[in-house]
C-alpha cells in the first residue's frame, strides 16, 4: 500500500497516536520492534499558534523514527489552518488530523470526535490542512457522534474527495468512547462502499496478533493501527509480523529484554522530559510492561515510591534475585539527529517584526 510517496509492504502496522505515550521514547522502541509508520501524541493547533511550550515539544521527531507522521487537532478552522503551517515546517512524513479524540473537553469545542457533529466544518477544516501542506495530509476518526448518526460512509467518500492520503477509522463512536466491541462490520462496508482508490487504516480492538490477523482477513483494512494494545507491549509488532508471516506464535520477551527495555524507556523518557517528570510519567506504564507476572504488584509499587532515575533504576534492575543483572543498552536522544530544529509559530515572527520595526529609528522626513 502507498500514502503519497510511501511504500509500504503487505499488512503493515502502525503506531497510533496516544496522548502520553506516543511520544519520542516509546516511538522509538516501537520502531525498533517493527511498527511501520509511527505518529505523535496530538498536538493543540491552539497551543502551536500561541507558542505553548507543551505543544511545540511535541514536535520533536528523530530521522529513526521515519516514516512518522504529526497529528494536529482543533475547532477553529483558521487557527487550524496556521498550525498546520507550523507542522509543516517540521518536516514530517506525513500530517493526520485527529477527528476521533472522545475526550470532553477537545470535542466541546468542535476538536477530534466534536467534529462529527458539524460535517461541513469538518471538510473546511480538512480543506485547509492540505491547502497549506506540502506532504501527505491523513484523518483519523471514528464511526459516528452516536448510534442514530453515523454517517462514516459519506464521510469517507467526502474527505476522499476533499484530497487526504489515507483515512484511518476507530470502529466506535463517540458516546462508545472505549467501551463495549469495536465494530469491525462498519470497517468491512467502509472499504466496500466509502473509500475508493485510499488506504484504509483500520483501529480499535488490535490489542493482540490473533485480533490483528482477525482485522485483516475480516475486514479488508489495508493496514491496521494499534493504540491500547502497544502500551507497555513495544514487542507487539515483532509478534504480530511473525504471526502473519508464519502462523507461529512467538515467545515473549525474556525477563532479562523486559527489563532492559524498560530501563531504557525510563532513561529516555527523563531526557526528554527532565528527570522529575519523567520519572512521574514513567508510572503508568509499569502495569503494562509487567502484567501477568509473579510479584509483578509489589515491582510497581516498589518503582512508584521513586522519584529519582537512580533510584527507579536500581529498584527495576534489581527487584528478583534470579534474574541476571541487566546492563542498560541506553543511546542517549543527544546522540540522535532531530529532523529539524522546532519551527517558529507565525505568532511569534510576526510579534518580532512588530517589535524591530517598533524599536527601528526613524528616517529623517519619515511621516510619523
Known amino acids: 500500500m502507498r500514502i503519497g510517496s510511501l511504500e509500504f509492504g503487505r499488512h503493515p502496522l502502525f503506531l497510533a497516536p496516544m496522548e502520553d505515550v506516543s511520544d519520542p521514547p516509546f516511538r522509538i522502541l516501537c520502531k525498533r520492534y517493527g511498527a511501520d509508520l509511527l505518529y505523535t501524541e496530538f498536538i493543540s493547533s491552539g497551543g502551536l499558534v500561541y507558542d505553548a511550550q507543551d505543544s511545540v515539544q511535541k514536535l520533536d521527531i528523530y530521522e529513526e523514527e521515519r516514516p512518522i507522521g504529526i497529528q494536529l487537532f482543533g475547532g477553529d478552522v483558521e487557527q487550524v489552518r496556521e498550525a498546520a503551517a507550523v507542522v509543516d515546517r517540521a518536516n514530517p512524513d506525513l500530517i493526520d488530523i485527529n477527528f476521533g479524540c472522545p475526550v470532553r473537553k477537545v470535542v466541546c469545542k468542535d476538536g477530534g470526535a466534536g467534529i462529527l457533529r458539524n460535517l ?4 473546511e477544516i480538512t480543506e485547509a490542512v492540505i491547502e497549506g501542506a506540502t506532504r501527505p495530509v491523513t484523518v483519523k476518526t471514528r464511526l459516528g457522534w452516536n448510534d442514530e448518526s453515523i454517517r462514516i460512509i459519506e464521510v469517507a467518500r467526502m474527505l476522499e474527495e476533499a484530497g487526504i492520503a489515507a483515512l484511518a477509522v476507530h470502529a466506535r463512536t463517540r458516546s462508545q468512547m472505549y467501551r463495549g466491541t469495536a465494530r469491525w462490520e462498519w470497517l468491512r462496508r467502509i472499504r466496500e462502499e466509502g473509500v475508493r482508490d485510499i488506504p484504509l487504516i483500520g483501529n480499535g480492538d488490535a490489542t493482540d496478533a490473533v485480533k490483528i490477523r482477525d482485522m485483516f482477513a475480516e475486514t479488508g483494512v489495508d493496514a491496521v493501527m494499534i493504540g491500547r494494545g502497544a502500551i507497555g507491549n513495544p514487542w507487539i509488532f515483532r509478534e504480530t509480523k511473525a504471526w502473519l508471516e508464519t502462523g ?3 515467545d515473549p520477551p525474556s525477563w532479562e529484554e523486559r527489563l532492559a527495555v524498560v530501563a531504557e524507556h525510563l532513561a529516555l523518557k527523563c531526557e526528554w522530559l527532565g528527570e522529575r517528570k519523567g520519572v512521574l510519567e514513567m508510572r503508568r506504564q509499569y502495569g503494562g510492561y509487567f502484567k501477568g507476572f509473579r510479584n509483578a504488584g ?3 509499587a516498589a518503582l512508584m515510591e521513586q522519584d529519582t532515575l537512580p533510584g527507579a533504576l536500581e529498584t527495576l534492575l534489581n527487584f528478583e534475585e534470579r534474574a541476571p543483572y541487566v546492563r542498560v543498552p541506553v543511546r542517549s536522544l ?3 539527529r532531530k529532523v ?7 505568532r511569534r515572527v ?4 512588530m517589535e524591530s520595526v517598533a524599536s527601528a529609528p526613524t528616517r529623517p522626513g519619515a511621516r510619523e
Open 334 to 336: 543527544a546522540s540522535r
Open 248 to 250: 507461529e506464535k512467538m
Open 350 to 353: 510576526r510579534a518580532a517584526a
Open 340 to 346: 529539524a530544529a522546532r519551527p517558529v509559530s507565525p
Open 298 to 300: 509489589s515491582l510497581r
Open 120 to 123: 461541513p466544518k469538518m471538510l
